[in-house]
Nanobody
Framework: QAQLVESGGGLVQPGGSLKLSCTAS????????MAWFRQAPGKEREFVGS????????RFGDFVKGRFTIARDNAKNTLHLQMNSLEVEDSAVYFC????????????????WGRGTQVTVSS
């Protein structure tokens, strides 16, 4: 069955960097738009960024402000999120998700979700 496994989370100081990875299996990775979401305690799940499967179009949430990059490696069924200039407000569980739609309009259009990896930004 389809599976997404996130890795790379951890504790980092403000201003630091982390690279998250998501490894997919059980479905045709190259034909899915891949995305990152995050959820902090007491808050709703928030869109971080995505990379589409046809045009490899990249979108980010407004809060990213050029600090993050997203990339996919279809040969390795892997999605990456490079996060730089991290802020305390970036602390959350980060989830990987997959959608068969080129430009999913809502969170509900993602078929598969990982269990998440914790990112904590603190001094």
């Amino acid at each position: 069955q389809a599976q997404l496994v996130e890795s790379g989370g951890g504790l980092v100081q403000p201003g630091g960097s982390l690279k998250l990875s998501c490894t997919a299996s059980g479905f045709k990775f190259s034909r899915y738009t891949m995305a990152w979401f995050r959820q902090a305690p007491g808050k709703e799940r928030e869109f971080v960024g995505s990379i589409s499967w046809i045009a490899h179009s990249i979108r980010f949430g407004d809060f990213v402000k050029g600090r993050f990059t997203i990339a996919r490696d279809n040969a390795k069924n892997t999605l990456h999120l490079q996060m730089n200039s991290l802020e305390v407000e970036d602390s959350a569980v980060y989830f990987c998700a997959a959608s068969p739609i080129e430009a999913p309009p809502t969170n509900g259009h993602y078929d598969y979700w990982g269990r998440g990896t914790q990112v904590t930004v603190s001094s």
